[in-house]
T-cell receptor, first 111, second 115 residues
């Protein structure tokens, strides 16, 4: 089982839709969690960290479920500009806090 | 100006050639990383360095070497390039925060093609 797994998609949604992605991780000792956004042929950029209590940044909400070992990203009111690949990343002290990245979930928002 | 820069941005080379990819950063971060990204395989760690005197192998270091010339510079070398090293290569940096993982800041990437 891969350490960090994501559904590659693509998720194809209309503008204004709400869409959610999950990311499962296998290391129960994982301590730090992130979502990155990557546009086609560009570098990944941090979208948001994921905190234990969950956190929100505008239309984006990230949550952590330690019991089931997954993190989620919810995007409300999708915009065309949200079209990208979303990478989750998970880190633990045992791995020197170096994130392990999932393969990414592709989102396409259409008019 | 970009905080993390990579040169070259694109490179086409032939099998057996030696290639060096360079990374510079102005963020003042101690930690630097090299990743490669292949379609369907995501980002995989090649080497990382937590300071100038610290070099560590990542998940896929075979066929690669690195040099940390200064806090701001971390170069990746392919001593004898082979076609399956064709990929998008990213350099990244992160601060050294106590007690947790760090946000990674990526360079724009180098697209390498080995013929």
């Amino acid at each position: 089982r891969k350490e960090v797994e994501q559904d590659p998609g693509p998720f194809n949604v209309p503008e204004g839709a709400t869409v959610a992605f999950n990311c499962t991780y296998s290391n129960s000792a994982s301590q730090s969690f992130f979502w990155y956004r990557q546009d086609c042929r560009k570098e990944p950029k941090l979208l948001m960290s994921v905190y234990s209590s969950g956190n929100e940044d505008g239309r984006f909400t990230a949550q952590l479920n330690r019991a089931s070992q997954y993190i989620s990203l919810l995007i409300r009111d999708s915009k065309l500009s949200d079209s990208a690949t979303y990478l989750c990343a998970v880190a633990s002290s045992g791995g020197s806090y170096i994130p392990t990245f999932g393969r990414g979930t592709s989102l396409i928002v259409h008019p | 100006d970009a905080d993390v820069t990579q040169t070259p941005r694109n490179r086409i080379t032939k099998t057996g050639k030696r290639i060096m990819l360079e990374c510079s950063q102005t963020k003042g971060h101690d930690r630097m990383y090299w990743y490669r990204q292949d379609p369907g395989l995501g980002l995989r760690l090649i080497y990382y360095s937590f300071d100038v005197k610290d070099i560590n192998k990542g998940e896929i270091s075979d066929g690669y070497s690195v040099s940390r010339q200064a806090q701001a510079k971390f170069s990746l070398s392919l001593e004898s390039a082979i076609p399956n090293q064709t990929a998008l290569y990213f350099c990244a940096t992160s601060p050294n925060l106590a007690g947790g993982a760090d946000t990674q800041y990526f360079g724009p990437g180098t697209r390498l093609t080995v013929l």
